[in-house]
């Protein structure tokens, strides 16, 4: 067997040594500086759809940049938490004492977030989170590394107690599935919501039916709904609402229930539904519908907010590698680069706050037609602008 | 609370546990008779939501994206039982437990490389959409259709099972396996049939679902858990422990989540409800089946060996 052929696998892969040498010396030549990327996300299971867009955005941004940011050739490194904080945990070891990483980027969920804050902290690695931005990272246990381009997890429920308000609905229903995260949810609301709770129904997590819900809404016949529900369970809220023919008669106001991940799933059924958001396809600026553009030609789909994010998460970077003329080596040069935050955002007016989150504007959008007459998110007010968050007070950063 | 609340919450649990019951009379009948535990059955009904969302997607047409769920996983089970898990039928339950865990991971996996992270898209025929106004509440006639089609289900299993000679030879086979094989039945091409029966409930199951559910990776894992529970308590191997063990758990379930918290409202500050609440709602299925397994092992409705 082995006369057979034995030569041309051997010539291949010294032909393929010699141009990977040759490459790589080129490099060397026009010494162009490198940096490390360490993206982490969830990228399997049922809530892989956020980590996907996450992913798609940065790298969406990355290509734009010609593969470069702030003229420095990135090396990014994917890597897949599946939602486990103790693999979360594993995998940013790995990134930083292995592949040596010079930042790290991406992050899912707040409870991955939780767990992994330790040993990015520890080691001192600049960290750009796209999405997850739990509590106590933005209150006491801020970190001078950590900068979030997404938004304080309570803040998109905050900008719909202020709507609620607003509009005068005087007693509301809230819902949630009953963990953390749902109740975080609806304590953000009841901060800035100033009528009556008529009361809270916890459902448990991932629960596939919601006609006891239903029911126990028309029988408490509030002036609107407040709903969270991420992922698949906000598709099945929203479409069991729908055949109820209970969503043309009680307002829904939801946190993470319709976005650029379910609205897909939800089409017709969701129109009329609000939701609290940082970021919607038809903010104002060229460079949002720009954006918008790029990423549906890109990916076939309109691009979500954790999208948006994770674009805004690698324009920051580009902007902070710039001005360091590319070296990520000096962590405290690259760190005040970041904090500036001297980057062209999808969101205007965005700066970061002393902790690191972003002071932004918090909108509510409705679930309408766009100009192509696709089932899309359409801002209809800014009842929350410029928020700092609830937590920045409690953070020592100055 | 008023009487209408608690009948509208009885009916939601009624259709939740017919819904239960397409799942719970295949898993019921492949482990019955065949003696074979298959976790895999929840992605049987996921796969029957992704054929109904994409022959929709391509058809529009309502009947035949149930149709496509329901035997596409016909067509499906067949190519599977014949390929991979005949292999299983005479191994000990822990490696079947073992293979098919191996296959919901697989199988959620494959949907995700197939058709994405997001959710299909899967919408209820124009004649069913509407909600219909009974006892002052609005309720889904699509919910009514799928009360409907498990009981239509449920009688034709019946006379399947008790009045053709497939189904004299399926009791048969229950009964005694080899002897049935030595009087001259291909007892595996029977096996295949039953786990293709199974299957193809389960696939109905999931595509009637499709307009009422995020279409996903990963959506049979919930059902299959509580499916699990309906035929611990219902019996075993027993249709009609499958059908009673059905509604009492969606009815146990829905009551639970609908009806007790209000009622612990009642009885206790808010705060201890509010906590108690979902807590006792989120258990009390589990705890019907601790209660259960320990008076009546053999579940509330087990197959009579007559």
Redo the contacts between chains.
């Keep these: 067997m082995s006369m057979l052929f034995p030569p041309r696998p051997a010539q291949g892969r010294t032909r393929k040594a010699l141009i990977a040498g040759l490459l790589s010396l080129a490099g060397l030549a026009a010494g162009a500086a490198e940096v490390t990327i360490g993206f982490l996300g969830t990228l ?3 809530a ?2 956020l980590g ?1 867009d996450q992913y798609d955005g940065f790298m969406l941004a990355l290509e734009q940049k010609g593969g470069k940011l702030g003229g420095a050739a990135v090396k990014l490194i994917r890597e897949d938490d599946q939602l486990k904080p103790d693999l979360g945990v594993q995998l940013v070891r790995k990134l930083i004492e292995k592949d040596k990483v010079d930042l790290v980027t991406g992050v899912t969920f707040s409870n991955v977030m939780m767990a992994v804050a330790r040993p990015l902290a520890e080691a001192g690695v600049p960290f750009v989170g796209s999405n997850a931005g739990p509590a106590p990272l933005a209150g006491k246990q801020c970190n001078a590394h950590f900068f979030f381009t997404s938004f304080q997890n309570d803040s998109q429920a905050e900008v719909l107690g202020q709507y609620a308000t607003d509009r005068g609905f005087r007693k509301m229903l809230l819902l949630a599935p ?1 963990y953390q995260s749902g109740k975080d949810q609806v304590l953000g609301f009841k901060r800035y919501y100033k009528g009556t709770v008529a009361g ?5 997590l ?4 919601y ?3 239903l ?2 809404m ?2 408490i016949a509030p002036d609107a709904v407040f709903a969270f529900f991420p ?6 809220f929203v ?2 609402m729908s ?4 969503l043309g008669k009680v307002p829904v106001l939801t946190v993470s229930t319709v976005d650029g ?2 609205l ?6 969701a129109l009329g539904v609000l939701a609290g958001a940082v970021w919607g396809p038809d903010l104002p600026g060229a460079g949002n519908a720009a954006f918008a553009e790029a990423f549906e030609r890109k990916y076939g ?1 309109i691009p979500s907010q954790y999208a948006a994010q994770a674009f805004d998460a690698a324009l920051l970077i580009d902007s902070a590698l710039a001005r360091t003329q590319g070296a990520a080596a000096d962590k405290a040069a690259l760190r005040a680069a970041l904090k500036a935050a001297d980057f062209p955002s999808l969101r205007p007016g965005f700066k970061f706050g002393s902790n690191g989150f972003p002071q932004q504007d918090l909108h509510v959008f409705e679930v309408a037609k766009d100009a192509r007459g696709r089932v899309s998110l359409k801002k209809i007010a800014t009842p929350l602008p410029a928020l700092r968050d609830a937590y920045a007070a409690e953070c020592a950063l100055r | 609370m008023s009487p209408e609340l608690v009948l509208t919450q009885l009916l939601n649990g009624v259709q939740f546990g017919v819904l239960l019951f397409l799942m719970a009379a295949g898993l019921t009948l492949v482990f019955g008779i065949m003696n074979f535990i298959n976790l895999a059955h929840g992605s049987l009904y996921m796969m029957g939501a992704y054929f109904a969302a994409l022959a929709y997607g391509k058809t529009d047409s309502f009947l035949l994206a149930i149709a496509a769920g329901t035997l596409g996983l016909f067509a499906l089970a067949v190519a599977l039982d014949r390929l991979a898990l005949s292999a299983l039928h005479r191994r000990d339950h822990l490696d079947q437990v073992l293979a098919t865990f191996g296959l919901v991971l697989f199988a959620n996996e494959a949907v995700r490389l197939f058709w994405g992270s997001t959710p299909l898209f899967m919408d209820v025929p124009a004649w069913l959409s509407g909600p219909v106004q009974l006892l002052g509440f609005n309720y889904p006639a699509y919910r009514g259709a799928i009360i409907a089609v498990g009981l239509l289900v449920a009688l034709g299993l019946h006379l399947l099972i008790d009045r053709t000679r497939v189904g004299m030879l399926i009791r048969a086979g229950a009964s005694n396996r080899d002897m049935v094989s030595a009087l001259g039945v291909n007892i595996g091409w029977l096996t295949t049939f039953i786990f293709a029966l199974g299957a193809a409930l389960a696939g109905l199951a999931g595509a009637m679902v499709g307009p009422m559910m995020s279409i996903q990776s990963g959506m049979g894992e919930p059902v299959l858990i509580l499916t699990l529970v309906v035929i611990v308590i219902g019996g075993i191997g027993s249709i009609r422990g499958a059908l009673l063990g059905a509604l009492i758990v969606g009815i146990a379930d829905t009551l639970g989540r609908g009806v007790l918290p209000v009622l612990l409202y009642r009885l206790f500050d808010p705060a201890v409800a509010a906590a108690a609440g979902p807590a006792l709602a989120s258990v009390g299925v589990y705890l019907l089946m601790a209660a259960v397994l320990a008076l009546r092992p053999q579940g509330l409705f087990p197959v009579r060996h007559t």
């Design positions: 399997s299971g049922p892989a759809a996907q009953n809270e129904i916890y459902t448990q991932n629960q596939p039916d006609s006891a819900e029911a126990q028309q029988a992922g698949g369970m906000g598709v099945n479409k069991q055949q109820a023919g209970l991940t379910t897909p799933a939800l089409k017709d059924s789909r």
